[in-house]
């Protein structure tokens, strides 16, 4: 059996099992009405022995009957027969062994009949899901591994054509490198061409790729050589085998990806799959059980910080992490804002509180919300910056074959050739016991203050600097939008501050109370969206809002993933319009969850968020991006003097069917800012109700 039918084959046995447990627990929880019916009383310590029973059951039909079956290829029809067949199988095995020892009194006849029906449908159920959307979303997913395929164009699409009809979930073509010609920048059916010979090196080292899959007609001369590169670069190198001789002393191991018979090189013996499962466990318990303590010093840096320099309680860095994918590290900020100020006038750039975080390495707490995340673990190889990556050796390439660690190794030694190959025999002879040990004399060496960080100068004047950048791209993002303020005057007076408290009155306990009310309808909401396209259910779009100031305004994604590859996905009809109106009619990167999610405006929702913090308002112009500013000319400051909101005026009575180019979207806000009020607010949000219930101008 190959390696996909091996790992379909331990999905499919998992699902078994988990049906069958479940169905148990559920028959088990009702069948003590069913007693009071029948009369009868069957205690409780058979039923305990029952689990045990039908699982070694099951190992035995799945030993005897199943082994060769890939439920991934098969048909409902085909999927419901085996579903009847596993089920039908187990209960034979259990009722034979219940005659047999004799302890057939012991059960319940209904119990086992409806057990035999729940564990038929909850099977039949979770294989499809499974198969359906899991193991598809698994596809999408951080987890997947990350091929080029590398050939000439005839080759490559061939190959593509091989991979695509085995349907292979663990694998995600990321892009092609085309070798017979220069056609970087352009498309074979919906891959992206990043490279061609001449570059691919340097292309694929920036494209956090995790392997190289080389075709037939690349095995040439120069075979080794890239197998050689390519693996110094960290990458793994899978060829198709019937084309060559084996070397004896590479790392390699024989598999498939797709319908392709392949060799795959591994510049480090990575560590097994079944180890890096138990490490994965091992992350995750850790990380809740460290999860209150973390949550104890965020709400305690919430306050220390923000009472001695306003600003964001946490940086996210750019780090490395494994097989060379970019990712945000999070930790506390240390530094004011003033940092560099105070630096350049002889003082301490830290803040107190984030004095004592650095002294304790407390600063990097909120690391475990990376390992929680998956980019990183408990214990691993340093996770480098982009820079430090860039002049990082073949040796230390390598070692981020696995993701990098809070602490490691290079937490315990100064000498950094000494770090490179503990790394490597970390990784290749992975154990619990030296995880345990890393971890114990890391912790002894923070306790005592004599951890690397203390000796590394470098890495003291790279963390100094990088915090100082941070702290200057911060400011750089908050800084208003600069217009002449000159050119229109607010309206003031008491009528309308008393209006405006009204209405900030009215956005705090409308905003509050539907976030409580909806929060189940917004997390079945989140669900859909994670399970239509994969990745992350919200996304964050930079806005101005009241007085020039940049806001993020959140909603949910409604777009593909891929949706920022305009040239890849739209027409060149489509692009004009883009630029012109920021808006496209049938946008083909709209997910079915998204197409619904925009006609009834619920995309909208997380914006309640955003007016709760008072970014926005209820009712108001619709918050614009600085491209659109420009639109307006002389009258931007105008509306800009009023919080823009989560619907308004030009919203409520036309949407999409009032646009920049025709100018009525302009009139209609102005129409707003020159006439806001608690009446004219009323009448906008029945307004709006309405239209979205009757769908008017929805795209």
């Known amino acids: ?23 148990l627990i559920l028959v088990r929880v009702v069948s003590f009405n069913i007693t009071q019916f029948t009369g009868a009383y069957y205690p409780e310590e058979p039923y305990q022995r029952l689990f045990l029973m039908v699982v070694v059951a099951y190992i035995l039909v799945n030993t005897l009957t199943m082994f060769n079956e890939d439920f991934t290829y098969v048909n409902n029809r085909t999927e419901m027969h085996a579903a009847f067949s596993m089920v039908l199988h187990v209960n034979v095995i259990v009722i034979i062994y219940m005659f047999m020892s004799k302890v057939s009194y012991d059960y319940s006849r209904i119990f086992i009949g409806v057990f035999s029906i729940v564990a038929f449908v909850l099977n039949f159920l979770m294989r499809i899901v499974v198969k359906k959307r899991i193991l598809h979303l698994y596809q999408r997913s951080s987890s997947a591994e990350k091929i080029v395929v590398i050939g000439t164009e005839k080759a490559v699409t061939k190959m593509l054509g091989r991979i695509e009809t085995a349907d292979d979930w663990r694998f995600k073509i990321c892009g092609l490198v085309i070798t017979d010609q220069d056609r970087k920048g352009e498309y074979i059916g919906e891959y992206d061409i990043i490279s061609n010979a001449d570059d691919m090196y340097y292309d694929i080292m920036r494209s956090g790729v995790d392997s190289c899959l080389l075709a037939s007609d690349v095995l040439n001369s120069s ?27 590479s790392n390699y191991k024989i598999g498939k990806v797709g319908e392709c018979g392949v060799v795959s090189y591994y510049p480090v013996l990575r560590i097994p ?16 059980l460290f ?7 965020l709400i305690l840096s919430l306050v220390f910080t923000s009472l001695e320099s306003r600003g964001p309680v946490m940086n996210n860095r750019i780090r490395i992490g494994k097989f060379g994918r970019r990712y945000y590290q999070h930790r506390f900020r240390c530094y004011r804002m003033d940092a560099e100020a105070r630096i350049a006038a002889g003082k301490s750039p830290y803040t107190l ?17 990376d390992v929680l995340n998956g980019d990183m673990s ?18 230390q390439i390598s070692n981020l074959c696995c993701k990098p660690g809070i602490v490691g190794y290079w937490s315990c030694q100064t000498d950094i050739r000494d770090v490179t190959e503990d790394d490597r025999a970390y990784v290749e002879n992975w154990n619990f016991f030296r995880e345990c040990g890393i971890l114990l004399e890391s912790v002894i060496r923070y306790l005592t203050f004599h951890s690397t960080r203390k000796f590394y ?9 990088e915090e100082l950048q941070l702290i200057r791209d911060y400011e750089e993002s908050v800084r208003p939008l600069e217009y002449d303020r000159t050119r229109y005057q607010a309206r003031d007076g008491a009528s309308y501050r008393a209006y405006l408290i009204i209405k900030r009155a009215f956005d705090i306990v409308a905003s509050l109370l539907a976030i409580i009310l909806l929060s189940i309808p917004l997390l079945i909401l989140v669900i859909l969206v994670i399970a239509d396209d994969g990745g992350a259910p919200f996304y964050g779009h930079s806005r101005i809002g009241l007085r020039g100031k940049r806001i993020r305004v959140f909603k949910f994604r409604s777009m593909r993933s891929d949706a920022g590859n305009l040239e890849k996905l739209l027409t060149p009809e489509q692009l004009k319009q883009y630029w012109t109106e920021f808006k496209v009619d049938n946008d083909p990167r709209i997910t079915k969850i998204g197409n619904f999610l925009r006609k009834t405006s619920l995309d909208e929702l997380p914006q309640l968020y955003n007016i709760l913090r008072g970014d926005l308002s209820v009712v108001g112009p619709r918050p614009i991006v600085e491209k659109e500013t ?14 823009p909101g989560l619907t308004g005026y030009w919203q409520a009575y036309a949407r999409n069917n009032a646009t920049y180019e025709s100018g009525e979207r302009q009139k209609m806000e102005m129409y707003y800012v020159d006439h806001c009020s608690l009446l004219l607010d009323i009448r906008i949000i029945f307004r709006t109700v309405f239209s979205v219930l009757k769908r008017e101008g929805a795209q």
């Open 223 to 249: 075979f080794r050589e890239w197998v050689a590169r390519f693996n110094s670069l960290g990458k793994v190198v899978h060829v198709n085998i019937n084309e060559m001789g084996l070397n004896p002393k």
């Open 353 to 369: 509180w984030g004095r004592f975080l650095r002294t304790t390495h407390l600063d990097g707490l909120p690391q475990i919300v």
């Open 273 to 288: 799959k079944r180890q890096e499962l138990l490490k994965r466990v091992m992350d995750i318990g850790a990380s809740i």
């Open 1 to 23: 059996m190959d390696d996909l039918r091996r790992y379909n084959h331990y999905i499919q046995s998992l699902i078994d099992v988990a049906s069958l447990i479940i169905a």
């Open 378 to 395: 408990f214990i691993g190889p340093r996770s480098p910056s982009l820079t430090g990556f860039l002049s990082y050796s073949p040796e």
């Open 630 to 643: 420009h639109i307006y000319g002389d009258e931007i400051g105008k509306l800009l003097s009023v919080k």
């Open 291 to 297: 999860m209150p303590f973390f949550l104890v010093f």
């Open 457 to 465: 100068r470098q890495y003291l004047v790279e963390w100094e600097q």
